[in-house]
């Protein structure tokens, strides 16, 4: 199996299957993603969130922030898994989000664990880390607001978000209160997307 012309284990590839079956059955009576988008489940949501892992595959300790319904959390979950180290921790406030996640955690066998709990306190629960993920969560602005206390208590800690096509906007914005690296990485399955690599965040006002 290929994603995004990488090759997938038959463990990984495993995995992933029955967080597909896992994902569909909890849509039926949670709202965990658009329903529009369900049909393309794997194209929209698995393929895309799996680009997180392909973009940095180290065997690190992750912070997922607004996980909803596992993208890209458990996918990059389920990929540390291959490599038998590392850790994601998902922070997701909705409780029946986070009974879908924990469930698919601990059934795919996916390094990771889940943090019922607002991003604002994650970080006092959760402590340092490596990287940070989101998606379809807000404006690159607040994406760093909230992965602040992560990126300016860590050196070397970045950040990976999914950005639609008014990603430059968003960066001219971000840019006005925060200082930071950034590379702009081509999304493999949204043709106008990009994944956003920040790194050393230093704020400005």
């Known amino acids: 199996m290929e994603l995004n012309g990488l090759r997938v284990s038959r463990e990984t590839q495993e995995r992933l299957q029955h967080f597909a079956t896992l994902f ?12 529009s988008t369900l049909d393309a489940l794997w ?6 969130s799996s680009q997180i892992f392909q973009i940095y595959p180290q065997p690190v300790t992750w912070v997922d922030l607004g996980s909803g319904g596992g993208f890209p959390g458990v996918i990059t979950a389920i990929f540390l898994a291959e490599l038998q180290a590392g850790w994601v921790h998902l922070v ?3 409780h029946k989000k986070a009974a879908f996640l924990r469930t698919a955690l601990r059934e795919t066998d996916a390094r990771g664990s889940v943090h019922a709990s607002r991003i604002e306190d994650a970080y006092s629960e959760i ?3 490596d990287a940070i993920s ?3 969560l807000a ?9 602040a206390p992560w ?3 860590k050196e ?15 960066i001219a914005e971000a840019r006005g209160r925060w200082q930071f690296d950034l590379v702009e990485h081509k999304s493999a399955v949204e043709q106008e997307s990009m994944i956003l690599e920040i790194s050393n965040l230093r704020r400005l006002v």
């Open 139 to 147: 404006d690159l602005d607040g994406l760093i607001g909230y992965s």
């Open 92 to 94: 997701e406030s909705n």
């Open 43 to 48: 194209r929209r949501h698995i393929a895309d």
């Open 156 to 170: 070397n800690c970045r950040s990976f978000f999914h950005k639609g096509r008014d990603y430059l906007r968003e």
């Open 127 to 129: 402590g340092d880390c």
């Open 151 to 153: 990126m300016l208590e």
């Open 134 to 136: 989101a998606r379809a």
């Open 24 to 35: 569909q059955k909890w849509a039926k009576t949670i709202n965990l993603v658009a329903p």
